[in-house]
């Protein structure tokens, strides 16, 4: 029997520049792709979720890529554990033995329980595992205080984690260590479930679903963010989170190019990576305040305000402009996160998970540490939230950010018409109903 190794890909849909794949294939054993739509994730989704198109399509783009330099990438539906043991099988029966698997860490609690499992398993059986770093620059571990601990505030952890940098150059891998003939398993190819088979619309699938992402990494944009990121009617981010949240660009390259061209948007990259290490640990955060003394709060369960919300029918125009963009797109701008996140946690005192699980439905790039990670700082629970009585007024926000509205008039057409809905809450009383609220509970004894 010949031996091969498995590159299972998980959030790094590209094959350049991936430090696992790379490593698998410097393993001395020819390596064979493997790619799990993973239905403990997938069960939970609408038929329609854009997503699962967008991870469709990359996939078969990278399984294109594998072929053309004569590999193959197996591509199945099912638990990961078990179609990792039915594909190991399958490739026993081809004569070839499978040695080692070989993967990026993922640092979310599933991804750890599931990859626990998974080393559990090989373990057993003979087959080596490693998981490898490519996700992040900086992996939760190596960014920590001088007493081992982890930061949960972001400057101090941005300043370590440029020193920590600067002792280790971003390097991008040799392209030979990625790409080039000749280190793949010759194995058949075989069929890739489609989005039908697995029960989601052909629709989700259409690249129009994801087009407010559908751009490469504009230089000018990173070169004007200083000056253009806050404005949400221009196109002044670089909309690279769900590209990011999917690895179909590589982390090292965007840092890199942040390290050359602007200081400002390197720190929103750095963000990221806290909210990874912070999520890492303290994975309670996921679903707990990050600050316990906030779950005292009294959220009120006014699910009408909530669905007006949703809607974009508050009567707020840049709160409703946001959460329209969003069931649209897929994406919002992240001033308008704040704004909308804020207005959802203060003006109407509910609860942040509900926001929270709102997004991960709707927003294509969802990322469960940055997601969980803004909705905290937005509800004050975070560990480096904005202190409670610092509530936003949409309205001066829309002001200092969309003063002449031509951001709310692209998605709340009638807004100045006798037709635009009414505020459903009072600004000045909701503000401080918010402010009592949260003090009373955060000073119960
Ligand atoms: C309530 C709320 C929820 C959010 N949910 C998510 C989420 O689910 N997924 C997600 O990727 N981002 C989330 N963010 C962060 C931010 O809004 C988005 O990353 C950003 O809007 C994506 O647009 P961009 O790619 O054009 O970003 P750019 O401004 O071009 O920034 C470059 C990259 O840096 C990272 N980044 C930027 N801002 C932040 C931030 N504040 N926190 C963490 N990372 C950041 C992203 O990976 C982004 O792609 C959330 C923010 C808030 C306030």
Not at 151 to 176: G, N, Q
Not at 227 to 252: N, Q, W, Y
Not at 404 to 410: L, M, N, Q, S
Request: proline share 6%; glycine share 8%; with cysteine.
């Amino acid at each position: 029997m010949s031996t091969v190794s498995i590159f299972w890909h998980r959030r790094d849909l590209r094959i350049e520049d991936n430090i696992g794949l790379a490593a698998a294939r410097k393993s001395g054993h020819p390596v064979v792709g493997f790619f799990c739509f993973d239905r403990h994730i997938l069960e939970r989704l609408s038929p329609l979720d854009r997503r699962v198109g967008f991870i469709h399509h990359h996939v078969t783009e990278v399984r294109a890529a594998y072929r053309q330099d004569g590999g193959e990438l197996m591509v199945r539906h099912g638990h990961p554990l078990p179609a990792l043991q039915a594909a190991i099988k399958e490739l026993g029966e081809q004569g070839l033995r499978v040695v080692s698997i070989y993967t990026n860490r993922d640092y979310a609690p599933y991804p750890v329980k599931r990859d626990a499992e998974v080393a559990a398993w090989c373990g057993a059986n003979g087959v080596e595992f490693q998981l490898h770093e490519d996700h992040v620059i900086m992996p939760p571990e190596s960014v920590l205080k001088d007493d081992g601990t982890p930061y949960t505030v972001f400057t101090p952890y941005s300043r370590k984690w440029h020193k920590v940098r600067e002792a280790m150059p971003i390097s991008p891998l040799d392209s030979a260590d990625t790409l080039g003939s000749g280190q793949w398993a010759e194995i058949p190819e075989s069929a890739a479930p489609s989005l039908e088979d697995m029960g989601f619309d052909v629709a989700s699938g259409n690249p129009e679903g994801w087009a407010a992402f559908d751009r490469p990494l504009d230089p000018h944009t990173v070169r004007d963010y200083a000056e253009k990121r806050d404005t949400p009617s221009v196109v002044g981010t670089t909309r690279m989170s769900l590209h990011l949240r999917f690895g179909t660009v590589s982390i090292r390259q965007l840092a890199r190019f942040g390290l050359q061209h602007s200081d400002k948007w390197l720190t929103e990259l750095i963000w990221r990576e806290f909210y990874q290490a912070i999520l890492h640990h303290f994975p309670h955060s996921a679903s707990d305040a990050f600050r316990a003394k906030y779950d005292r709060i009294p959220w009120r369960h006014d699910e009408q305000g909530f669905e007006a919300w949703c809607a974009g029918q508050t009567g707020y125009p840049l709160v409703d402009a946001g959460m329209r963009e969003l069931n649209a797109t897929g994406f919002m701008h992240n001033r308008v996160r704040m704004v909308v996140a804020s207005f959802l946690c203060k003006h109407l005192l509910i609860d942040w998970r509900w926001g929270e699980r709102y997004f991960a439905e709707k927003l294509l790039d969802y990322e469960l540490a940055s997601n969980v990670g803004g909705w905290q700082w937005a509800s004050g629970s975070g560990c480096d939230a904005a202190p409670y009585f610092r509530v936003f007024n949409p309205e001066s926000q829309m002001k200092k950010f969309d003063p002449k509205g031509t951001y709310v008039k692209r998605w709340v057409p009638e807004w100045g018409t006798p037709g635009y809905t009414a505020p459903i809450v009072e600004h000045k009383m909701a503000r401080q109903r918010a402010i009592d609220t949260y003090k009373a509970a955060l000073t119960e004894a």
